[in-house]
Nanobody, 127 residues
Framework: QVRLVESGGGSVQAGGSLTLSCAAS????????MGWFRQAPGKEREFVAATRMVGDGTRYGDSVRGRFIISEDRSETTVKLQMNRLRAEDTAVYYC????????????????????WGPGTQVTVFA
């Protein structure tokens, strides 16, 4: 059974940084895409960032590009999201997602709903 476990959420002052981690287990992630989505209260789910677990390829949402960095540890099947220059509008529940089909563009664009989701971790940015 596939399991995604997020960690690293919390509260941070605007302008600060926070790093989220997601550890995957119970599946074959050799060719997977893993990444992050977020959802703020009253808003739709938003793509944040994604990366291939083998080979090159990353994608970022427009609102975080240049501020957030996604990285992967293939040996640990873990992805991290380093969030810099955080803003109040980054406040949301952040969800780790994984898809073994390896469709990075579809994952990022929403054309393919990721196969697996974590329970989410709250990130709150205060002024």
């Amino acid at each position: 059974q596939v399991r995604l476990v997020e960690s690293g959420g919390g509260s941070v002052q605007a302008g600060g940084s926070l790093t989220l981690s997601c550890a995957a287990s119970g599946g074959n992630f050799g060719n997977a895409v893993m990444g992050w989505f977020r959802q703020a209260p009253g808003k739709e789910r938003e793509f944040v960032a994604a990366t291939r677990m083998v080979g090159d390829g990353t994608r970022y949402g427009d609102s975080v590009r240049g501020r957030f960095i996604i990285s992967e540890d293939r040996s640990e099947t873990t992805v991290k999201l380093q969030m810099n220059r955080l803003r109040a509008e980054d406040t949301a529940v952040y969800y780790c997602a994984a898809d073994s089909r390896g469709w990075l563009l579809a994952f990022a664009s929403g054309r393919a709903d990721p196969q697996h989701w974590g329970p989410g971790t709250q990130v709150t940015v205060f002024a």
